[in-house]
Nanobody, 123 residues
Framework: QVQLVESGGTLVQAGGSLRLSCAAS????????MGWFRQAPGKEREFVACIYRSGGRTYYADSVKGRFTISRDNAKNTVYLQMNSLKPEDTAVYYC????????????????WGQGTQVTVSS
């Protein structure tokens, strides 16, 4: 089992940057594909990015490609989301999750979730 705790969310102006962190407990962190999702009020949870076990492969939603970067440090049991050129439409609660198998962009493929961290981008 993996427990996840996100941090780093805050209020930022459009065009600014933030780095989110997700600290994981457990010795099996490196065995999981890790993902970031987000959910805005009144909308479904949507895929943002994921990173494979060794960190060598990453995948992004089209809406964040070129602006966001996902990375991981398996020695620290932590996954990061660097967010640049933020837009008001990036406002959401951001969740990290550990995948349990299945399509990498589907929330149902992720077995473990953090509590989320709020990111608000003002225009």
């Amino acid at each position: 089992q993996v427990q996840l705790v996100e941090s780093g969310g805050t209020l930022v102006q459009a065009g600014g940057s933030l780095r989110l962190s997700c600290a994981a407990s457990g010795r099996t962190f490196s065995s999981y594909v890790m993902g970031w999702f987000r959910q805005a009020p009144g909308k479904e949870r949507e895929f943002v990015a994921c990173i494979y076990r060794s960190g060598g492969r990453t995948y992004y939603a089209d809406s964040v490609k070129g602006r966001f970067t996902i990375s991981r440090d398996n020695a620290k049991n932590t996954v990061y989301l660097q967010m640049n050129s933020l837009k008001p439409e990036d406002t959401a609660v951001y969740y990290c999750a550990a995948q349990n198998g299945g399509p990498i962009t589907t929330p149902q493929s992720y077995a473990y979730w953090g509590q989320g961290t709020q990111v608000t981008v003002s225009s």
